[in-house]
């Protein structure tokens, strides 16, 4: 709110979509840690991530008037925030 930015407040879940969500990750982890990442496959996400390109005009115009670091400092606080 400091750069004039609204940052949506988190979803409320219930108990039951925490569960849902805690087995989900669970999954998705297990899934993750069986998939073959050899010096190989690492170099083609590599290559691969290299050559994606974001469309220009999906960054919003405050985005490009602050610095990683101010921008890292407001989500920070703004965690924090939510926490207490």
């Known amino acids: 709110q400091m750069l004039r930015l609204h ?15 805690a087995a989900e990750g669970a999954a998705a982890q297990s899934s993750r840690s069986s998939i073959p990442m050899d010096a190989e496959h690492v170099e083609l996400v590599k290559r691969t991530m290299a050559s ?22 407001v989500v920070q606080r703004t965690l924090q925030a939510r926490q207490s």
């Open 52 to 73: 994606v390109k974001l469309p220009s005009l999906g960054i919003p115009a405050w985005a490009s008037q602050i610095s990683e670091e101010q921008w890292k400092d």
């Open 7 to 21: 940052l949506p407040d988190p979803p409320v879940d219930s108990e039951e979509e925490n569960e849902e969500e």
